[in-house]
C-alpha cells in the first residue's frame, strides 16, 4: 500500500493497550505508533520493545505530563486513550484543541462536567471522538439489533437486563485502581457503560432518569463477615495468599509481571491488591431502572461476585418477546492454566464451558431459536477483531456500530444518574445532571 502511514500516539501504556499496539504493529504498511506516554516509565518501555521486536518503526516515548510536547514534536493525525478513566478528558480535549481525531476507551469520562466540556470542544474542532464500544460488535449483540429494528417484536416497550461478573474477573476491579471511584467512577459507570450503551443502540433512544440502588455487599470489607479475607495486604510476597482463589499471582503471567510487577518501583502501583482489603469505594451490588426518550424502560442489574459468568436480556414489545442468554464462563477454576503454564486467574482467558440462546417468541406461535453461529468467547465475543477493522481498516459498518462522543455522553449519563440516585435516595432527571 502507498502513501503516507497513519500517525498514531497512545497515552496510557496498561494491559488495555496491547490491543491497539498490535493492531498497530500488524498494520504498519498503513498506521504508524509514533509516540507512547504514561506516568510509569517500565510500562511504556514494555509496549515500546515490543514495537521494536515486530521489526516496526520505534515510538518515541514521553510521560504523560509532557503530552503537548508529544503533540508538538511527533505530530499524530489520531490520539489513542487508554489510560485511567477519570483522567480521559485531560488527552481528548488537549487533542480536539489541536484538531485531531480521538479515539477512546470507555467510558469517555468519569463527570458531567468533563463531558460537556468534551463535547464543546469537539463542535469547536475538525478532529472527532470515537469511543470503543466494542460490544456493539459481537455478531449475536449485532443480530439482536437486526431483529428489533426489522420489527421482530414490535415497539419495544420494557427491556431486562441482569449482568453477572464471575469471581476472577469481578474480583479484579477490587485489587486495582479501579476499587476507587475517583478513578473509575465505579462500576456503574466503568463496566455498565457498556452495558447501558448497547441498550441506548439497540432502542435506538437515550436515557433521559434513572432510580437506582447499590452496595458493596461482597467485597471490601465484608470478607471478613463472609470468611473470604486471608488477612493479606496484597498478594505477591504473603504466605497466607498461597491458596488464595480471590488471589491473583502476578509472577505466573508474563504480561502481568511485566507490565505491573516489574513496574511498581516507578510509581508504587499495586495491581494485586487484596480484594478484601479495606480502601474500597465502589459497589459490588447494583440495580436501576432508567426511562428512555422512546417511552421504553429498562430494569437492569450488575452482581459482581457471581459463581459464573454471562448475562440475560430480554425486550418486551407490541408484537412479542425477544430472549438472549448468554454463559461467558459456567463456572470459576482458579487453577485453570494457559499456554506455557501461565495461570489465567484474574484474566479474560478463561477456559470453561460457554454458550449462548437467542429465542424469538412472537404472539400466537412457537418461539423458535435463531442461530447465529460459533460463539466466540475471545476478544469481547469477536467484537475487538471486528473494531478494528472498522477503526483502522475502514471496514463497512452496516449496522451503525461506530460509537461517537455523544453516544459516549450517553451511556455515561445512566451510570452518572443511577450513581446520584443511590446517593440522594431519588430519582434523578439526566437533563438536571448535565443542566441542559
Known sequence: MSGTPHRY???GTGARATMYVNALVERRDKAQLVALADTNPHRIGVHAAAVEAAQAPAPAVYDAADFEKLLDETRPDTVIVTCV?????????AALARDLDVICEKPLTTTAEHAAEILAAEERSAGTVAVTFNYRYNPLHEKVADLLRDGAVGEIISVGFDWLLDTRHGA??????HRLADSSGGLLVHKSGHHFDLVNWWLDAAPIQAFAKGKLAFYGENGKHT??????????GS???ADDPFAL?????EQLKSLYLDAESEDGYIRDQNVFAPGVTIYDDMMALVDYDSGATLSYRLTAYSPWEGYRVHFNGTQGRLELLVVENDH???AQKGPNGASLHGTHEAAEEGWYELTLHPFWTKPSKIDVGEYQRKGHGGG???MLGVLFDGDTDPHQRSATARDGVNALAAGLASNASIATGRPVNVADLFNQ
Open 239 to 241: 504466605s497466607l495468599a
Open 9 to 11: 500516539a497512545l497515552v
Open 249 to 253: 499471582h502476578m509472577e505466573e503471567n
Open 332 to 334: 470459576v477454576n482458579p
Open 85 to 93: 478513566d477519570a483522567h480521559h478528558h485531560e488527552y481528548i480535549l
Open 227 to 236: 470468611g473470604h479475607d486471608r488477612g493479606y495486604d496484597r498478594v505477591t
Open 172 to 177: 479484579d476491579y477490587f485489587r486495582r485502581w
Open 384 to 386: 475487538d477483531v471486528r
